[in-house]
């Protein structure tokens, strides 16, 4: 059989507490039916000041009761520490002064950094704090603190000294040096007494304040004044002896009795010196001198070309001092500078004679050139016909002047043709000279002439153009036009394939055809130059028929030059326009149609 006996309630009550903190420890209390278990309470447990709502707990009933646990409600209330703030009056003594704080038994904490301070000043409320910590009240405040200000003592000395041109003052001390002393009323630079300067002292803040008087004086002093006369070249500008004064700048010096212009020995110049306010005065005289300048003479020499007239060394310029010229400075003499013939003068000298204020200036050689007279040779284009005479012209001058009864020498083509003397008007004129071997053409500079020079005009040259052309033919055939059968008028019209006989003449300056190809043609023995073309303009063969054998070029014959001319390469129906180039430059054109 099973027995079982049950354990009993012993009815567990755990009771919290409310109390003052003391700085003990306190438990809550427990009970149960006739006290019997074991209450564990350790939670319960508090010294510090603090709430503390579910503080554990339990309980053993052990062998016969029923065990149990829970929470309970402690409380410590915080207590008054009585804080107390005491403030200060003292005076400034430049440390840092703090109210004091006590409380029961020193506990807390006190914040007095508002009530800390060091300068002089009333502070009335100065704010406080006490902070309890965990176990007490806090609490603040306000507390009257004061600290009082001092006498620093202020003393200025005034000064008496030379002038030296710089500002002066009075000079303050005070205790330890503190506070602002005002003396700008103290402060001079220039020489003078001055008996009632005031001053004054700000204590600032922690110093009690104060002002006064002082008696300050500068005396004056030697400016040593010094005038230094001077020595000069004139230049036209007035001088004027120099002052100095130690220290520079110093003082009025009247110096207008030293002052010229002109040259000349000035030996007791008066002058004075004021030294103003802060320097001594003074006076003397010193000893001025102002030379003779000398000028600047610019004789210009001539170097020019023989033309009949006398020449003169130039005067280019008289040049003085201060801007002064010409008569003003001096004059000068170039009368030993004169000559008219070409020559070299080394020997030429001029002289200068100065004003009052200038220096003479002895003889001065320059060298003086009358060269040759130039010449220019002006050369007239020639024209002329093949064989025959030309007439040769050319003028002679030496600037605008023309020159007459010269010799001039006339070439054509290089080669000398004889020479002619220049007449009234500079022209030397040579007729008939021979154009003989000279081939019909254009020749730039053909015509030469010169002038060889003599004792007064040097030489010179000159060319032309020279043209020779062609001469009227006198036989049956005009010259330098084309010759039948080709008509002149272009009217000719010539079988196509047939032969056309070109033919022309050109003659010499007696009439007569001229035979040499060379003075002919252009080039070679001369050939035909179709210029232009056109179809369709032929009317009916109107000229005979030629069958001779075509030429390659032209070929003299029977006074004339002929040149058989193949049409076979030309085309039925067309009229063309040739030209045969000459030597002369020109040419000669034809024109005819084939059909």
């Not at 000294?161 to 001079?188: E, P, R």
């Not at 009217?491 to 001229?514: E, L, M, R, W």
């Amino acid at each position: 059989m099973h027995d079982h006996i049950d354990k009993a309630n012993a009815h567990p009550v755990v009771t919290g507490y409310t109390v003052d903190y003391d700085g003990t420890a306190h438990t809550a209390t427990g009970t149960s039916d006739g006290n019997v278990g074991t209450f564990t309470l350790t939670g319960t447990t508090h010294t510090d000041a603090g709430d503390y709502p579910i503080d554990a707990w339990s309980f053993d009933g052990g062998t016969n009761y029923l065990s149990d646990s829970g929470t309970v409600h402690d409380h410590i209330n915080k207590i008054s520490a009585h804080p107390v703030v005491t403030g200060y009056t003292v005076d400034y003594d430049g440390t840092a002064h703090t109210a004091t704080g006590t409380s029961d038994g020193n506990v807390g904490t006190f914040t007095l950094t508002a009530t800390t301070h060091t300068d002089a000043g009333d502070y009335a409320t100065d704010a406080w704090s006490f902070d309890g910590g965990t176990n007490y009240l806090s609490d603040s405040g306000t507390v009257h603190d004061h600290i009082n200000k001092i006498s620093a003592h202020p003393v200025v000395t005034g000064y008496t000294v030379d002038y030296d041109g710089t500002a002066h003052t009075a000079t303050g001390t005070s205790d330890g040096n503190v506070g602002t002393f005002t003396l700008t009323g103290t402060t001079h630079t220039d020489a003078g007494d001055y008996p009632a300067d005031a001053w004054s002292f700000d204590g600032g803040t922690n110093y009690l304040s104060e002002n006064g008087t002082v008696h300050d004086h500068i005396n004056k002093i030697s400016a040593h004044p010094v005038v230094t006369g001077y020595t000069v070249d004139y230049d036209g500008t007035a001088h004027t002896a120099t002052g100095a004064t130690t220290p520079t700048g110093v003082g009025t010096f009247t110096l207008t009795g030293t002052t010229h212009t002109n040259a000349g020995d000035y030996a007791s110049d008066a002058w004075s010196f004021d030294g103003g306010t802060n320097y001594l005065s003074d006076s003397g005289t010193v000893h001025d001198h102002i030379n003779r300048a000398n000028a600047m003479v610019n004789v210009t020499p001539y170097n020019v070309a023989y033309d009949t007239n006398p020449h003169t060394a130039t005067v280019t310029s008289i040049t003085g001092v201060n801007g002064q010229t010409g008569a003003t400075v001096g004059t000068v003499d170039v009368s030993h500078t004169t000559h008219t013939n070409p020559g070299t003068y080394s020997s030429d000298y001029w002289t200068f004679t100065g004003t009052a204020n200038y220096n003479d200036i002895g003889n001065t050689t320059i060298t003086d050139i009358i060269t040759l007279g130039a010449t220019s040779l002006s050369v007239t284009p020639a024209s002329g016909t093949y064989n025959g005479p030309v007439n040769l012209s050319a003028h002679l001058t030496s600037g605008s002047p023309d020159l007459s009864g010269k010799t001039i020498s006339f070439t054509l083509n290089g080669n000398s043709v004889g020479t002619a003397i220049t007449n009234s008007n500079g022209v030397a004129t040579k007729t008939g000279a021979s154009l003989s071997g000279i081939l019909p053409g254009a020749y730039p500079s053909g015509v030469g002439a010169s002038f060889a020079g003599d004792s007064s005009y040097s030489g010179s040259s000159g060319t032309a153009a020279l043209t020779v052309g062609y001469g009227a033919c006198t036989g049956p055939n005009p010259g330098h036009v084309i010759l039948p059968p080709i008509n002149t008028d272009g009217s000719s019209v010539f079988k196509q394939g047939s032969t056309v006989p070109v033919k022309f003449t050109v003659c010499d300056a007696s009439g007569n055809p001229i035979s040499n190809a060379a003075a002919v043609f252009a080039s070679g023995y001369g050939s035909v130059t179709m210029l232009t073309y056109s179809r369709g303009t032929v009317d009916n063969v109107n000229e005979a028929t030629y069958t001779d054998i075509p030429d390659s070029a032209f070929r003299w014959s029977t006074n004339q030059w002929i040149f058989n001319m193949a049409t076979s390469n030309l085309t039925k129906g067309t009229t063309y326009t040739f030209r045969i180039y000459l030597k002369d430059l020109s040419y000669i054109q034809f024109t005819f149609g084939t059909k």
